[in-house]
Nanobody, 115 residues
Framework: QVQLVESGGGLVQPGGSLRLSCVAS????????MGWYRRSPGKQRELVAR???????NYADFIKGRFTISRDVAKSTVYLQMNSLKPEDTAVYYC?????????WGKGTLVNVSS
């Protein structure tokens, strides 16, 4: 079992920045991959960014260099730095951990991009 707790969401104006955090209950080096996903109103949940235990990253095409996923192994934390936010980035952002034993999700944090 892996517990994940996200934080850092909130209300931000278009063009602004936020940094999301996801703290895992175990060392993230024991997790095959961790990712950020989001669910916008009326849409299915989609991948935003993902990082493997080896440090490899991949991003959704719609990110276009605006977001960066990173990690702090000592803190068992994965971050999502989001810059140049747009209203269409409004969504609940979820953290996911992938293990051979299964997948684990956090409860999500709401990001609202609005003027």
């Amino acid at each position: 079992q892996v517990q994940l707790v996200e934080s850092g969401g909130g209300l931000v104006q278009p063009g602004g920045s936020l940094r999301l955090s996801c703290v895992a209950s175990t060392s993230i080096l024991t997790i095959n991959a961790m990712g950020w996903y989001r669910r916008s109103p009326g849409k299915q949940r989609e991948l935003v960014a993902r990082i493997t235990s080896g440090g490899s990253t991949n991003y959704a095409d719609f990110i276009k260099g605006r977001f960066t996923i990173s990690r702090d192994v000592a803190k068992s934390t994965v971050y999502l730095q989001m810059n140049s936010l747009k209203p269409e980035d409004t969504a609940v952002y979820y953290c996911k951990a992938e293990r051979y034993s299964g997948q684990y999700w956090g409860k999500g944090t709401l990001v609202n991009v609005s003027s």
